[in-house]
């Protein structure tokens, strides 16, 4: 069976500081992995990531895959009360369904 | 930027009533999705559907659950005979190329209540 497992599963940190959350996978037949940013309804896509060691750089956000060690991370730096959300990590395998992980809880404080 | 738009957002039914919920994909995606997430949980696969057929189903998607595109534009999920367990918000979502591609992309959600 599939699974994704993210860590920490909550974080509390202030504004400005740079945050580095955590995916590991065991993906049949894996084919990409996704991040996904949950405020209050939808997940909203950040990332798809389908090769190893290429940096995907959005604004302040960028992520990483490391298709050897099955993980990826997502970091946020210089970090704004807005980033706070529940960020989702996804794979995605020979099955066409994605597998989600339980999500980070992140918190900025001001 | 075209978006995935899921009618209603909030739908209160009792347990043993059908429901079904509303989706209009984003127009030029050709693949489809309903994800579900209880409260406080994982947000969970529950079929795909592509060139008018269902292509895939999670062990969820039972024989109480059906998708139909009925026209060019809607997608729906039907659940018969509603359980108490069956609260939770659903999602649709689409993507445009086959997976691994193209990432998919969420609706807002209809969040079922079964009383």
């Known amino acids: 069976e599939d699974k994704v497992v993210q860590s920490p599963l909550s974080l509390v940190v202030h504004e400005g500081d740079t945050v580095t959350l955590n995916c590991s996978y065991e993906?049949?037949?894996?084919?990409?992995l996704l991040w996904y940013k949950q405020e209050k309804k939808a997940p909203t896509f950040l990332f798809m990531l389908?090769?190893?060691?290429i940096e995907k750089k959005s604004g302040r956000l960028s992520s990483i895959l490391d298709k050897k060690e099955l993980f990826s991370i997502l970091n946020i730096t210089a970090t704004q009360t807005g980033d706070s959300a529940i960020y989702l990590c996804?794979?995605?395998?020979?099955?066409?369904?994605?597998?989600f992980g339980k999500g980070t809880h992140l918190i900025i404080q001001p | 930027e075209p978006e995935v738009t899921q009618t209603p957002s909030h739908q209160v039914t009792q347990m043993g009533q059908e429901v079904i919920l509303r989706c209009v994909p984003i127009s030029n995606h050709l693949y489809f999705y309903w994800y579900r997430q209880i409260l406080g949980q994982k947000v969970e696969f529950l079929v795909s559907f592509y060139n008018n057929e269902i292509s895939e189903k999670s062990e969820i998607f039972d024989d109480q659950f059906s998708v139909e595109r009925p026209d060019g534009s809607n997608f729906t999920l039907k659940i018969r005979s509603t359980k108490l367990e069956d609260s939770a918000m659903y999602f649709c979502?689409?993507?445009?190329?086959?997976?691994?591609?193209?990432?998919?992309?969420f609706g807002n959600g209809t969040r079922l209540t079964v009383t």
């Open positions: 993906v049949t037949n894996f084919r990409s």
């Open positions: 389908t090769s190893s060691g």
């Open positions: 996804a794979g995605g395998g020979g099955a066409d369904g994605l597998t």
């Open positions: 979502a689409s993507r445009r190329d086959r997976p691994g591609n193209s990432p998919l992309h």
